[in-house]
């Protein structure tokens, strides 16, 4: 949605945002004090280095369910020899046109990698996927995690919320921070009581289409349509 980054990014004064999309996103974010998560629409190595030469620091990989597909994902962000990404960083909007001249030798630092927990495999093997070095964080996806499990559209369904609690316990046990999405004010809580450290509250349409609802809701309670006069 054109310049929605860029609006929400100044609420709140900074934080993480994560967003979705080509480079626009990330564009209009870098003028805020927000940090941007951005989510490639796979974990396939060329979609990490496309979203990484358009500047992205920090990676939301979505459905990693195993240890091996962490380990592969964590590097294809790495310059090798830590890992596979391919270098053509001046030409990309990462090292500012080639004009930053520490990119190559400092990217690898600056990368931050979060790994989404969506299936049951992936809950099966979090002590492995937390393990991998180079993951910096898990992220549960509660929807696709209660989809997988058999229970589409309820994220609330008890043995989703076990599987959830069981994924923040390990992860916390490996010392990874852990985040999920809450789309609404009950899955907040229990993500917080949970233990999780980021949480994302809210997404721009859904922001857009319960503040249009509310306006017209309002109005129209408020301001009674007028009967035209009768000439």
């Not at 949605?1 to 209009?28: D, H």
């Not at 974990?43 to 592969?72: F, W």
């Not at 596979?84 to 990309?92: C, D, E, I, N, Y």
């Not at 809450?182 to 809580?189: H, K, V, W």
Request: net charge neutral; proline share 7%.
């Amino acid at each position: 949605m054109p310049r929605s980054a860029e609006a929400l990014g100044g609420a709140g004064g900074g934080g993480l945002r994560p967003v979705r999309g080509r480079g626009r996103p990330v564009q209009e974010i870098a003028a805020t004090p927000a940090t941007p998560v951005v989510r490639p629409p796979t974990s396939q190595p060329e979609a990490i280095k496309r979203y990484l030469d358009i500047g992205a620091h920090t990676l939301l990989l979505p459905m990693v369910d195993g240890p091996e597909q962490a380990t592969a994902a964590v590097a294809a962000t790495r310059y090798p020899p830590e890992g596979t990404r391919g270098v053509g960083s001046a030409l990309a909007r990462a090292s500012g046109w080639g004009q930053d001249t520490e990119y190559l030798s400092t990217a690898n630092n600056r990368t931050f990698v979060i790994a989404q927990v969506e299936s049951p495999q992936a809950v099966a093997s979090i002590d492995d996927i937390a393990a991998v070095d180079g993951i910096d964080a898990i992220f549960i996806g509660l929807s696709d995690l209660a989809a997988t499990m058999g229970h589409l559209g309820e994220p609330t369904h008890v043995d989703v919320l076990a599987a959830f609690r069981y994924v923040a316990q390990r992860a916390h046990r490996a010392g990874k921070p852990v985040g999920t999405l809450a789309g609404s004010e009950q899955l907040a809580e229990i993500a917080r009581v949970a233990g999780c450290q980021f949480i994302a509250v809210g997404t721009d349409v859904g922001l857009l289409a319960r503040g249009g609802a509310q306006l017209l809701s309002t109005h129209r309670r408020t301001h009674r349509p007028v009967q035209p006069a009768a000439y």
